[in-house]
């Protein structure tokens, strides 16, 4: 008997991620995340793993607080979907802000290690059905 529990560890990297992109740990957020990497973030912006890193690293708009509910996780032999709604309170030029809505991220188990290999959200700009 194992004590590896897949669901534990990416609700666990699921909780490093939020907490490295809210301190803009571009290391940390490089560690967990796939060389063919593609982040499709709330507002429909295309990135490749190198591109969303240095948006992290240079952004204007930074998420000061996340929170994630209503989270799913299904594990199929190497591959995990991690799904859910957001809520991230926003600083940007401009001020304060906050922005809400679902989120999917697919993780993939490379040689024991779990990473992330997609990210796509959608901002809410209504109640959600």
């Not at 990297?13 to 995340?33: K, Y």
């Not at 490379?110 to 990210?119: A, F, R």
């Not at 796509?120 to 959600?128: D, G």
Request: aromatic share 6%.
């Amino acid at each position: 008997m194992t004590d590896y529990d897949p669901t534990r560890r990416i609700e666990e990297l699921e909780a490093r991620r939020a907490a490295a992109l809210m301190a803009a740990d571009v290391a940390a957020l490089g560690a967990m995340t796939h060389e063919a990497y593609v982040h499709i973030d709330a507002r429909g912006a295309l990135r490749d793993r190198r591109s969303y890193l240095a948006s992290v690293e240079t952004a204007a708009v930074r998420i000061v607080e996340s929170r994630m509910t209503d989270s799913r996780i299904v594990i199929v032999d190497r591959t995990a979907i991690a799904t859910g709604l957001f809520a991230n309170d926003i600083r940007t030029p401009a001020g304060k802000e906050r922005r809400e809505g679902r989120y999917v991220r697919t993780y993939v188990c490379v040689e024991g290690t779990w990473l992330n290999i997609s990210h796509q959200a959608t901002e809410f700009t209504a109640n959600p059905q």
